[in-house]
Every structure is written in structure tokens, then in C-alpha cells.
């Protein structure tokens, strides 16, 4: 089983919608949560961390669930801008600076 | 600041050949990653440093790989021989010491634009 699993899409949404993106992590022990978003032939870009409580970032919000070891990505109103990959990725505190990325869900938004 | 450079961006050889990346990370930044990008496996985590010390080196995949941090400002990774299945994307990164932010630890990582390789 992969530490973080992501459905690989892609995910195909007219412009305006509401999509959202799940993930799940494997070990119970990981401190720091994290939406990375990598473009075709890109770098990755740390897009936004995520709190336990839930945090918000304009049309892009992030929900972490330590119980069931879910994360999940909405994007609102979404603009043609928004099509990239969205890694999702885990830190465990025992492992430093140690990032484990998830595969990446890919979006294409269509006008 | 330039961000994370690395060098070449673009590098084609054949079989056999050694092939050296280069990756100067941002100033400052005392942590420094090796990643390997390919379609079928994602990105994967090489080796990473710590104050040029390597930490983990799990992830390298056969002797044929290795890696130096000779100073806080330059790393190089390295394959003798090269194989075709090597062939990928290589990115270096590098973040600042461990640190929080309203009650979670935070770590970014800072990527640079990446080593397409190619081995034919």
C-alpha cells in the first residue's frame, strides 16, 4: 500500500464548478499536511497547508480528518487558471524534513 | 533570492555514459532533497541533507546512483553508468529549519525547475 494514495483522475470540470480532491495517508504518525500544485512540465509549488481545524485560502479550501487519515482539496468557482496536478503530501515528524507526495490527481477545467 | 537552481536543465546521453546534475539551493535553507519524477512511479524522494550531512538515503535505487553536499551552497547527483531507465525528471529542493505556523509544523519545500534526462 502507498503511504499517500490519491485518485490519479483526471478530472475533467467546466468552468465555475466545484470539484474536490481526496487523499489518504497510511501512517497514523504524520504531523504536517500539505496541497502541493505542480503544472505540465512544472516544478511542484507548495499551493497550501493543511490545519487540523480546517483552513481557507480564497476559493481554495482544505480539510484534514486524523481519524479516518483523509485530507481533502475544494476548489470553488474554478477558472481555466486551476488545471495543473494537485499533489497531496504528508510529513511525519520522526522523518525531519521528510516529504512523502502522493501521485497527484490531474484537473483540466474546460471553458 | 533566484530560488533553487539547478543545471543542466535538459541532458541526453547514451547507455553507459555518466551523467552529474547540479543543484545550488536557496541561501539560508539548511535542508536539501533529491527527487526523481517519472510517470509511472510519480515523484519519488532519492536522498535528502541536512547541514550537507546526507539523512536518508533510502530511496536511492542502486549503487549506481550517488550523491555529495561538499558545501551548504552546491549538491550533485550522480549515475555511473547511466541506463534507460533512468531516464526522468530530476528536481532538487530545499527548505529552512523546522518551524510552526498557527500550531502546525511547517516544512515548504522549495523546488527547482528540474534535470529532464534522457538515456538513450
Known amino acids: 500500500r502507498k503511504e499517500v494514495e490519491q485518485d490519479p483522475g483526471p478530472f475533467n470540470v467546466p468552468e465555475g464548478a466545484t470539484v474536490a480532491f481526496n487523499c489518504t495517508y497510511s501512517?497514523?504518525?504524520?504531523?504536517?499536511f500539505f496541497w502541493y500544485r505542480q503544472d505540465c512540465r512544472k516544478e511542484p509549488k507548495l499551493l497550501m497547508s493543511?490545519?487540523?481545524s480546517g483552513n481557507e485560502d480564497g476559493r481554495f479550501t482544505a480539510q484534514l480528518n486524523r481519524a479516518s487519515q483523509y485530507i481533502s482539496l475544494l476548489i470553488r468557482d474554478s477558472k481555466l487558471s486551476d488545471s495543473a496536478t494537485y499533489l497531496c503530501?504528508?510529513?511525519?515528524?520522526?522523518?525531519?524534513?521528510?516529504?512523502?507526495f502522493g501521485q497527484g490527481t490531474e484537473l483540466s477545467v474546460k471553458p | 533570492d533566484a530560488g533553487v537552481i539547478q543545471s543542466p536543465r535538459h541532458e541526453v546521453t547514451e547507455m553507459g555514459q555518466e551523467v552529474t546534475l547540479r543543484c545550488k539551493p536557496i541561501?539560508?535553507?539548511?535542508?536539501l532533497f533529491w527527487y526523481r519524477q517519472t510517470m509511472m512511479r510519480g515523484l519519488e524522494l532519492l536522498i535528502y541533507?541536512?547541514?550537507?550531512?546526507?539523512?536518508?538515503d533510502s530511496g536511492m535505487p542502486e549503487d549506481r546512483f550517488s550523491a555529495k553536499m561538499p558545501n551548504a551552497s552546491f549538491s550533485t547527483l550522480k549515475i555511473q553508468p547511466s541506463e534507460p531507465r533512468d531516464s526522468a525528471v530530476y528536481f532538487c529542493?530545499?527548505?529552512?529549519?523546522?518551524?510552526?505556523?498557527?500550531?502546525?509544523?511547517?516544512?515548504?519545500?522549495?523546488f527547482g525547475p528540474g534535470t529532464r534526462l534522457t538515456v538513450l
Open positions: 529542493a530545499s527548505s529552512s529549519p523546522l518551524g510552526t505556523s498557527g500550531g502546525a509544523v511547517w516544512n515548504e519545500q522549495f
Open positions: 501512517n497514523s504518525a504524520s504531523q504536517s
Open positions: 493543511v490545519y487540523s
Open positions: 503530501v504528508v510529513n511525519t515528524s520522526n522523518q525531519g524534513g521528510k516529504l512523502i
Open positions: 541561501s539560508g535553507h539548511d535542508y
Open positions: 541533507f541536512n547541514n550537507n550531512v546526507p539523512i536518508d
